[in-house]
């Protein structure tokens, strides 16, 4: 499958941004997706993932719980990133990827395949 990412931005602190995963040659719903992140200088990590197909599981980093929340569009084949209330400390380019595990949803290596990323810089 191929990765689109889209939606990045400049906004306030506290403000909202909705990202956007397409996909394309396969099904985004045949696979689990979850967004990474990574800010200057540091790591990439782990954001939210959501389960393929029914298992509609999901989960979210300790850092985005409450603020942020993962769909997907089966129709659109699209995953979305719907981000609130958003601070300086989520300032980073959102990568969004398919495949990984429900018990280990952060280890990048169990995912197949990698959109190109999209840079939200929050204002403070």
């Known amino acids: 499958v191929q990765l689109q990412a889209s939606g990045g931005g400049l906004v306030q602190a506290g403000g909202f941004l909705r990202l956007s995963c397409a996909g ?3 099904t985004v719903s045949d696979y689990g997706m979850a ?6 200088g540091t790591e990439r990590e ?3 993932r959501i389960g393929r197909g029914s298992r509609d599981s999901r989960i979210y980093a300790d850092s985005v719980k409450g603020r942020f929340t993962i769909s997907r569009d089966n129709a659109k084949n699209t995953v979305y990133l719907q981000m609130n209330s958003l601070k300086p400390e989520d300032t980073a380019v959102y ?6 595990n429900f018990w280990y949803p ?3 290596d169990d995912y197949n395949f990698w959109g ?4 939200v810089t929050v204002s403070s």
Do not use: E, I, K
């Open 35 to 40: 967004w990474f992140r990574q800010a200057p």
């Open 24 to 26: 394309s040659g396969r």
């Open 106 to 108: 952060g280890r990048q």
């Open 116 to 119: 190109q990323g999209t840079l």
């Open 95 to 100: 990568y969004c990827a398919a495949g990984g």
């Open 46 to 48: 782990f954001v939210s």
